[in-house]
């Protein structure tokens, strides 16, 4: 036998209802037929559908400068460059750094201090001209 064809009395109204129609009291001990449980239900932005799954309204268009106030604040990155191994990685500014997280050595500088990039900028720095 199927169990959706199932009747159950509703213990708010009395009806025979199907089970699949049956939700939960907000007590959590009777199960009361769709029809009751709406009216049961309180009215907020987020309440239970017929089905049971959660019902959310659409919240109102936040504007960009809402977004920004929500936004949490984003901290400085660091490079760093373990000479022993070569391991780059980067940490937050506020974290300290003492060793390698891979070899464990105390060998590490900032990975800006280093690099070829910073050597072609210096290039062409107008101070280091001769002429």
Not at 2 to 19: E, Q
Not at 108 to 122: P, R, V
Request: charged share 35%; net charge positive.
């Amino acid at each position: 036998m199927d169990n959706d064809n199932l009747l159950i009395i509703c213990r708010s109204c009395g009806r025979k209802t199907l089970m699949h129609n049956m939700r939960e009291d907000t007590d959590k001990e009777n199960m009361i037929c769709i029809d009751c449980y709406k009216k049961k239900a309180p009215a907020s932005k987020s309440t239970l559908g017929i089905f049971g799954k959660k019902i959310v309204e659409n919240s109102p268009y936040d504007s960009p400068a809402a977004k920004k106030e929500k936004a949490p604040i984003k901290e400085r990155m660091i490079k760093y460059i373990c000479t022993n191994c070569k391991y780059k990685f980067s940490r937050k500014e506020s974290q300290q750094v003492e060793k390698c997280p891979y070899c464990g050595k105390m060998t590490i500088i900032q990975d800006n201090a280093l690099g070829a990039e910073k050597i072609l900028k210096e290039s062409t720095d107008k101070r280091f001209e001769k002429w």
